[in-house]
């Protein structure tokens, strides 16, 4: 059966997913601030400036897939334009990163540092309140 919301009315994202985000975007803001303050100390400003744009991508990255996942929840699209959300999400971000990472040699590289340091913040956010819950049995 398919259900399509009108466009007029806001998709819904479960408030788990809507923690997850938040819990992520302010793990990564803290840890971001840090990085760039030791960057910023020891003379690295400039790697520290690309990391915190990579960490930015992958907030972006991680904004736009709560958006879909929404999307997909509400409209129920095929799995085929849910993958194909997804891969052009994943070459938008890295092709930008990609790009950054090659005009701004050698600082630039940095922008990859902040995309890995965001997903294993991610991975972290996500992975807490399982280990919670887990602990709590």
Not at 38 to 45: K, P, S
């Amino acid at each position: 059966m398919t259900t399509n919301v009108p466009p007029s009315t806001p998709s819904y994202t479960p408030p788990v997913t809507r923690a997850m985000f938040r819990r992520t975007a302010i793990m990564a803001g803290v840890v971001t601030a840090v990085a760039v303050g030791v960057l910023v100390v020891l003379g690295f400003g400039l790697y520290g400036l690309f990391l915190a744009v990579g960490v930015a991508l992958g907030t972006l990255n991680l904004w736009l897939a709560v958006r879909s996942v929404a999307n997909f929840a509400s409209t129920r699209p095929s799995k085929a334009r849910l993958s194909g959300s997804v891969l052009g999400r994943l070459a938008f971000v890295t092709v930008i990163a990609l790009a950054i990472a090659w005009l701004a040699r050698p600082a630039g590289i940095a922008v990859i540092g902040g995309l890995a340091l965001f997903q294993f913040l991610a991975i972290v956010s996500s992975i807490l309140p399982l280990i919670k819950e887990i602990r709590q049995k």
